[in-house]
């Protein structure tokens, strides 16, 4: 596997974590001496563009945009002091999340129907940052260096295969797992408690209530028991067990009282979305929300209905659904954004734009109606107006490869053949693929009357390449 030994200290044992890109230790912190912060943030951003490269990323900007500002709803009320994140959303039905060094949070499709409500949720999320704030990744690297090299390797590439394929991934890890020392499971279970209890008082600065916690532990651990073949990976690189869950319950008691939330209509819609996308064929998907309307009418019942027949070419009957939504419901951004993703579906590209182009002015800068107007203009035959669109997201979102890589078609359809290079360089670099990087700045160079700019973007790019490349063959 390439990057290997990269990935022998970028992911230690069970969740690896991050906290900031400079060499200044934080007051109370004793484990920069082991490891720098920013070490720790090149180790984390090289890992990140191999997962890029390597795992399908979830293509649904509303799904993406709630989870984002979940992230960042938890990280304001977390212990973190560098609050330099990225999101990472897996197109995967497996439960699991996960944190690496440099800001990283991963998130797997499946997490969402994992939880039964917002509130576990979220429990999940503020975990994995107490994870990052903890800086467990440095404190486990001395032991890591000691005991388990090679294990570390194995279990790095096993969660990379559980990326793509949760069956295979699931039993890798429980292999390399199985195989440790019990010394080193108790190091581990140890920061699993302390991400427990900074993790439920980030829940708590946020207004969450702090026992959805230890319920999506228990339900884990129950799911456990019923199916020994399946566990998910969440499970196996974070061990759950009774006494574990009674110290969460213990520690939830004894935090300030937090109403159980009533799950928010976005997380309805986004859990919708989820379970149409997961669904084992759009014909089931269709047939199961077809009978939950005909029995109850309920929004998240219609909404179903919406999505699943945009899956099965049903588009009247789509808007039909969507209309008959209550108007608090219809009111909302992403039922509008879902009323465009008919028409794009549809091949209505006109209307698709003209909608977008009116939300884009209710709501201006926002990532999913850009997203989805850069889209519907491409559709359409518009580069240009969409290159527009697409350098707004990539200023505001500048590690979206998507929009990279949509970028990089616009300005092919524009006739601007040095810009699709120069895109194509910075989408290489964020996925890892340090090779096709050199590649297009060879045929950059190639092309005649280059602007002086051009000639110094290149020559930047060149160096970036290289330092990429070097990160990702970096030994600690």
């Known amino acids: 596997m390439p990057f290997l030994r990269l990935f022998i200290f970028s992911f230690l044992l069970l969740p690896v974590t991050s906290h900031a890109d400079n060499n200044l230790p ?108 903890q800086r467990h990744f440095a404190s486990q690297l001395e032991e890591a260096r000691r005991n388990r090299p090679f294990t570390l390797a194995a279990l790095l590439a096993s969660i990379l295969v559980a990326s793509a394929d949760g069956q295979a991934g699931a039993a890798a890890i429980s292999t390399t797992i199985a195989s440790q020392q019990s010394a080193a499971l108790a190091f581990s279970r140890q920061n699993e408690q302390e991400a427990d209890r900074v993790g439920m008082q980030t829940l708590v600065n946020a207004g969450i209530d702090p026992e959805a916690m230890p319920r999506m532990f228990s339900r884990l651990l129950r799911s456990q028991r019923f199916d020994q ?8 690189t974070h061990p759950v067990s009774e006494s574990r ?114 939300l884009n002015e209710l709501y201006p800068y926002t990532y999913t109606v850009e997203k989805l107007l850069s889209k519907a203009l491409m559709a359409q035959g518009q580069p240009a107006q969409a290159i527009r669109v697409m350098n707004n997201i990539k200023r505001d979102y500048p590690k979206d490869v998507d929009n990279w890589y949509l970028l990089a078609e616009a300005y092919g359809q524009n006739n601007e053949r040095m810009n699709v290079h120069l895109t194509r360089i910075e989408y290489f670099l964020l996925t890892g693929q ?12 190639r092309e005649k009357n280059q602007s002086q700019y051009e000639i110094a973007r290149l020559d930047q790019l060149e160096q970036e390449t290289k330092a990429v490349r070097d990160a990702m063959k970096m030994d600690i």
């Open 245 to 358: 869950i009674a110290d969460a319950l213990n520690r939830s008691a004894q935090l300030p009282d937090q109403p159980a939330s009533k799950n928010s209509k976005e997380y309805e819609i986004i859990r919708t979305r989820m379970t149409v996308h997961f669904a084992k064929s759009p014909q089931d998907s269709y047939a199961f929300y077809r009978q939950a309307v005909d029995a109850s009418p309920t929004p998240t019942a219609l909404y179903g209905l919406a999505l699943s027949s945009i899956e099965t070419n049903r588009y009247q009957e789509a808007h039909q659904a969507l209309k008959q939504l209550p108007n608090d419901w219809q009111s909302m951004l992403y039922i509008k954004l879902t009323v465009a993703e008919i028409y794009l579906a549809e091949q209505n590209w006109q209307t698709a734009v003209e909608s977008l182009q009116a």
């Open 229 to 236: 073949n399946r566990l998910p990976e969440f499970l196996l």
């Open 26 to 133: 934080i007051f109370g912190d004793t484990t920069s001496g082991i490891i720098s912060l920013s070490k720790e943030h090149e180790l984390g951003q090289a890992w990140a563009r191999s997962l890029r490269g390597s795992a399908k990323l979830l293509d649904d900007p509303i799904t993406y945009s709630y989870l984002n500002d979940l992230l960042w709803k938890l990280a304001s009320h977390s212990q973190l002091q560098d609050r330099r994140l990225d999101l990472i959303v897996l197109d995967n039905p497996t439960l699991n999340a996960f944190a690496v060094p440099g800001g990283i949070i991963g998130i797997h499709g499946g997490l969402i129907l994992s939880a039964d409500n917002e509130d576990e949720l979220a429990s999940v999320v503020a975990h994995e940052l107490a994870h990052l704030s």
């Open 434 to 445: 340090t090779d096709r990087a050199n590649q297009q700045i060879t045929f950059a160079r």
